[in-house]
């Protein structure tokens, strides 16, 4: 909005401000679908952690506008996933009350727990646009949830996209065979029907806003809206200065065998142009980045370096194209598996920093101690009932020119650490301590955020599978501008450094300890204020006053 | 908690023979984080009661949230109690006539409205000088201390009783 033109308002047919108040009100449409979703759920990974979205697109699955806690990866690969669904249910395939639903690899989000469903809208009898929504089921079946499984089969139940309700009428097949392919069988369905709440919500909120402006469609009004932001995105591209920048970095990848990604962009005019070439080719684990998911956190990582506080929306992300070589570890082919792609993904728009970072060091952040990490475990409860639970840890943030880093924060991903009051109710687990972990911010004018340290054990009689979601335990969170490194990660079973890729089994008792890396740092350590350090190590933050010497 | 609640409202001074009450149970289906408050139907309850209970629970549900899940037992996890009783003599009034007999009129001013494409001459009322029944057409602007009410052309007012304006559109949403 705050590029829009007066002018530009008046050939349009909207003036400013009935065009901020619709703005404002498809917001609360898809924010209220998002209350709505949370408050029938029934998973901490939609309750506690807010894993979905909600998204609003036109009758083409072009972004309109998403709730206001939605993820990134998700606000990039939902509208994609609607577009999929209208190609293979084009407008006059569909009929009000239609649920199309998939959690297709390439089609959906690059792994299979997350369920994307999507209902036509239609307003007197005409396809106006799409409600649309994805979250990430509590479990979806196949092997629990690590980097180990070498093909989708692995991973759990598959569902292509098809109708999960015909006019109204559900499918109950599907619903059959998804409740004997997975360990949470109420739980699963539940957030899915939980998702359908929130679908009919923005249907009706949509309809109303409609009717009450006596428009007939939708397009104008989301034409506005992408056309603006398209404009202001181009206008923040021109800003750059023109030229072809590169960045590399290594992830922990297999242990034995780290990933390498490269990315060129392309500052060309108004357009930026990202080529991931020279990155590995896809590994047989399930930390390959489908395309749909490369895409989102690229441009994501473009969006934070330009125009941070545009509204997300099809427009937005127009002048920007994302391509890899098939067969890379951020574009693989059939049949891979994804299932812990954050592992690779959330490194995508550290790359980008590094590419823009030298045009435009007040905008970016050093390395962060992502990607987030996770603790899966899954096993048979006291009344004999599967059980299967993720919980999620965050490490610390970069710092950036005039900030620490925040401590235990997730980013890019915006999910939140679980809290422990929930998980000692929901598993047979006791903590002995979840707190921050001294010393794991990266010194520097602006110190790291600190990562947490979570000591937790077993307390079920019966066996646990754990599995993890662990990364930068190998390679820190880098520095920039004569910052130090952030402390890598540490995961230990029984007080013993253990391989964070593979997955065990606890006995009562058996203890888990993860420590989450710390931010990167930012300027030489040596120029901190002496007054922030003196807070440091009254606070235990730092305990080596000497890294900062 | 009924006998308590209606202790409650007798120490107060309550009318007691105007009692109203409502019972109410926190509910939600098992495994859920967040519950919707249901009318209950009136006790006492027995296990006859229980269809009743949860067709309470799934209308109100699907009031809220337009649908059921399937298969999914239902748990409650507070129990409400709602008595309520007038006090006699609990009836505010408030009047609106403080005109002492002024006209509220207080001048013309040019007023920008949109529909209209540019400035209006329209008249200024004083908003606590304005008589009951008093009806005043669009375009108009109400002054008072801590607001402006204005009112586009074709709108019109009218003060009710307690002092409330009354503002009617016109059929063309101007």
């Known amino acids: ?549 | 908690m009924e006998s308590d609640a209606v202790r409650v409202l007798s120490e107060t001074g309550a009318n007691l023979e105007r009692l109203e009450t409502r019972r109410m149970a926190d509910m939600r289906y098992w495994g859920q984080g967040s519950e919707i408050v249901v009318d209950l139907p009136p006790g006492p309850f027995s296990p006859r009661s229980a269809p009743d209970i949860v067709h309470a629970f799934e209308e109100t549900y699907r009031r809220l949230f337009s649908r059921i899940p399937p298969e999914v037992s239902i748990q409650m996890v507070n129990l409400r109690v709602s008595v309520s009783a007038p006090v006699d003599g609990a009836q505010m009034r408030i009047t609106a006539d403080q005109t002492q007999g002024q006209s509220a009129f207080k001048e013309t001013r040019p007023v920008y409205f949109a529909e209209a494409d540019g400035f209006i001459e329209t008249a200024v009322y004083d908003r606590y000088r304005i008589k009951a029944g008093e009806t005043v057409e669009g375009p108009a602007v109400f002054e008072e201390n801590e607001s402006t009410l204005v009112i586009g052309p074709g709108a019109v007012c009218q003060a009710q009783p307690d002092g409330s304006l009354v503002v009617t559109l016109p059929e063309d949403g101007g």
């Open chain 1, 1 to 549: 909005m705050s590029n829009a033109q007066p002018a530009q308002a008046a050939r349009s047919g909207f003036d400013a401000a009935t065009l901020q108040v619709l703005w404002t009100r498809l917001i609360a449409c898809v924010d209220e679908a998002a209350a709505a979703l949370v408050r029938t759920s029934f998973s901490t990974l939609v309750r506690e952690s807010h894993d979905f979205s909600c998204v609003i697109t036109d009758e083409f699955g072009r972004s309109l506008v998403q709730a206001t806690r939605s993820i990134p990866s998700f606000i990039g690969t939902l509208p994609a996933t609607v577009k999929h669904f209208i190609r293979e249910f084009p407008p006059d395939a569909l009929h009000p009350n239609d649920v199309l639903i998939t959690n297709d690899l390439h089609q959906g989000t690059g792994h299979l727990p997350d369920i994307s469903v999507a209902k036509p809208i239609f307003y007197e009898g005409r396809l106006v646009g799409f409600a649309a929504s994805t979250a990430h089921a509590p479990d979806i079946g196949g092997k629990i949830r690590s980097p180990e499984p070498r093909e989708v089969f692995e991973e759990g139940f598959q569902i292509p996209i098809m109708k999960l309700q015909e006019q109204g009428r559900t499918n109950d097949t599907l619903i059959t065979l998804l409740r004997k392919n997975v360990r949470t069988p109420d739980q699963t369905v539940g957030d899915l029907w939980a998702q359908i709440v929130a679908l009919d919500m923005m249907e009706r909120r949509v309809t109303a806003l409609l009717r009450s402006y006596g428009f007939t469609e939708l397009r104008p009004m989301a034409e506005e809206i992408q056309g603006r932001c398209e404009r202001a995105m181009r206008q923040a591209i021109s800003e750059l200065p023109d030229g072809v920048y590169r960045s590399a970095l290594d992830t922990d990848g297999l242990m034995d065998r780290p990933v390498h990604l490269e990315m060129t962009l392309t500052v060309d005019g108004d357009t930026i142009d990202i080529d991931y070439a020279g990155s590995d080719p896809q590994v047989d684990r399930a930390i390959n980045v489908c395309m749909c998911y490369t895409y989102a956190f690229t441009v994501y990582g473009v969006k934070c370096c330009t125009s941070p506080n545009l509204p997300n929306n099809e427009g937005a992300f127009r002048p920007i194209t994302v391509r890899g070589p098939e067969g890379c570890v951020v574009n693989p082919v059939f049949p891979t598996a994804g299932g812990s792609r954050m592992l690779v993904g959330h490194y995508l728009p550290i790359l980008v920093f590094g590419c823009l970072g030298s045009i435009v060091p007040d905008r970016v952040m050093a390395a962060c101690g992502s990607p987030m990490w996770g603790m899966n475990q899954s096993g048979v409860n006291r009344e004999g009932k599967p059980y299967a639970n993720m919980f999620f840890y965050n490490g610390g943030m970069g710092a950036t020119f005039r900030r620490d880093g925040p401590t235990c924060l997730s980013w890019p991903s915006n999910v939140s650490s679980t809290p422990i009051e929930l998980s000692e109710q929901i598993a047979p687990l006791r903590f002995k301590y979840k707190r921050l972990r001294p010393d794991s911010g990266g010194p520097g004018k602006f110190r790291g955020g600190l990562g947490q340290e979570i000591s937790v054990e077993s307390r079920s009689d019966s066996l646990v599978a754990v599995s993890f979601l662990a990364e930068r335990t190998v390679f820190p969170a880098l520095g920039i501008e004569g910052g130090k490194p952030g402390a890598p990660g540490v995961l230990k079973i029984n007080g013993v450094k253990v391989d964070p890729k593979k997955q065990y089994v606890l006995k009562r008792g058996e203890t888990v300890y993860l420590g989450t890396p710390g931010g990167g740092g930012h300027g030489d350590p040596a120029l901190r204020d002496p007054q922030a350090l003196t807070r440091d190590v009254t606070d235990g933050y730092v305990t080596r006053r000497c890294d900062y010497e």
